[in-house]
C-alpha cells in the first residue's frame, strides 16, 4: 500500500504557467490513492480549466469564497482543516507575498489564513522574481513560521530566461509530500524529514560548504569546479528548518542564499577555509562544495597578455588546504560530526570508503556524477550514506529530499 494511501491533501491552483503540471500532480497522488481537493484562484482558471480538475479528483473543485457561505457546502474554515496537508502549486509571486503578509482576499488566501494543517509551497516564478529581495524575504518569513517549500528548479523558464524559478516536477512535489505525511521510518529505510515546526537541532551550530571555489590566474581568469551549490545549500536550508543555526559558506554560485542562513561569500580554498575556522565553533560541519584542489602559486596582478606567436603561458600549480580534513583532524574545536561528499565517477564505493578514512571525517555522502547520471547540475540526486556502521542505499531523490534526510539523520545522530 501506499504510504499516501487515505491521505487527503488542499491542493490550492494559483495563476502561474506551471499550472501545466497540476494535472500530472494530482494524477500521481491519486494513482497513490491520496484524496485530492483542489482550490482554484481567477488567475489559475486563466492556466488550468475546473472542468480537468473535476474529473482529475472525482470531487468539487472550489473557487469562490462566497459560495461556501451555503449551508450544504462546507464552510471555508472547515474545508481548511479537513485535509492533512495544503499544498501551494504553483506558488506564484504573489500568493507568497499575501501568504507572507497574512492577506485573505479571496477563497485560496482566506483557507490559508485559517488553517492549522502543514502548508507546502512549490514556488514557480520568473527567475528575477524569484530573486527579488522582496520575495526572498517572503521566503525567509514563510520558512520562519513553518511552511515548508520544494523547489523552485533551475532550468529554462517560458519567459526565455534561465536560472532559478522553474516548478519542482510533479515526482518531486509527491516526493515532498511524501516526506511530509508518510510515518517516520517509512521511506525506503531511509529517514523522513521532521516538519518546519519542529526544532531537533536547535542550539546547535552547523557550518556548511556550497559551490565552486575560483582560483585566480589573473585579474580576469581562474581555476574553478562544476558545482551549481544546489545541494549544499538545501542541506544548508534543511539544518536551519530543523532549528539550527546555519553558517553556509558559499563559493560563486547563481542559486539564492537560503532563508535563515548566514551566508558568507567567499571566492577561493584559502578563503573559504578561513571563513570556516572563523565560524567555528560548530557542533555540524558539512562539506558540501566542490573546492578546486590546486590554485595558481603565483597570481598575475594584470591580465596575461595572449602575444601573436608567443609561448602560451604555463601555469605553476600547487596545493589548496583540504577543508574537510581541516575541520576533521582532532582537536577541541573540532565539529562533533563531520560529513564530507564523494562525487566519484568510478568505483564509487570504495573510493569514497577510502576518502571518509583518509580525510578524519564521521560520514560520507557518496554519489556517481558519472554524465550519464545527470546529476551534475540536475535537480535530482542518488546517494549513499556511508557511516562507521555501514552503507546506507538511498533512492534517486530530489536534491532538496537529500538534504531533508541527511538534516534528519544528523538531528538523529546528535539527539
Ligand atoms: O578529495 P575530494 O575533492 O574528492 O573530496 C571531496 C570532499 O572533500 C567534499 O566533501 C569536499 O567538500 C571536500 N574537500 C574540501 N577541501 C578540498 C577538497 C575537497 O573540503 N580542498
Known sequence: MS?????????????GIAAFKIPELIRLLRGR????????????????TKLTLQALTETTVYSD??????????????????????????ATANILAKMAAGIGDDLATTLLLATDKPVLAAPAMNVRMWLHAATQANMALLAARGVEVVGPDDGAMACNEYGPGRMSEPPAI??????????????????????????PLAGKHAIVTSGPTHEPIDPV?????????????????????????????????????????TVLHIESARQMLAACQDALPAEIAVCAAAVADWRVAIAASGKIK?????????????????????????????????????????????NAQAKRT???????????VSPETGIMGGAENAVHLITADGVEDWPRLAKDEVARRLATRIAEALA
Open 33 to 48: 490513492d491520496c484524496g485530492v481537493t483542489c482550490v482554484l484562484t481567477q488567475s489559475g482558471a486563466q492556466f488550468v
Open 65 to 90: 469564497l462566497f459560495s461556501l457561505t451555503d449551508e450544504n457546502e462546507m464552510g471555508h474554515i472547515q474545508l481548511s482543516r479537513s485535509a492533512d496537508l495544503v499544498v501551494v502549486a504553483p
Open 221 to 261: 581568469r581562474y581555476i574553478a569546479n562544476r558545482s551549481s551549490g544546489r545541494q549544499g545549500h538545501a542541506i544548508a536550508a534543511s539544518l536551519a528548518a530543523l532549528g539550527a543555526r546555519v553558517t553556509l559558506v558559499s563559493g560563486p554560485v547563481s542559486v539564492p542564499d537560503p532563508p535563515g542562513v
Open 3 to 15: 504510504d499516501l494511501a487515505g491521505k487527503r491533501v488542499l491542493l490550492i491552483v494559483p495563476g
Open 174 to 199: 509527491v516526493a515532498a509530500i511524501e516526506a511530509l505525511l508518510a510515518p517516520p521510518h517509512a521511506l525506503d529505510g531511509a529517514h523522513a524529514p521532521l516538519a518546519g515546526r519542529h526544532a
Open 306 to 350: 595572449k602575444t601573436p606567436g608567443a609561448a602560451s603561458p604555463t601555469l605553476e600549480l600547487v596545493p589548496n588546504p583540504d577543508i574537510l580534513a581541516t575541520l576533521s583532524a582532532p582537536g577541541p574545536r573540532r565539529p562533533h560530526l563531520v560529513v564530507g561528499f564523494a562525487a566519484e565517477t568510478d568505483d564509487l564505493m570504495a
Open 358 to 368: 583518509r580525510k578524519g571525517c564521521n560520514w560520507i555522502v557518496a554519489n556517481d
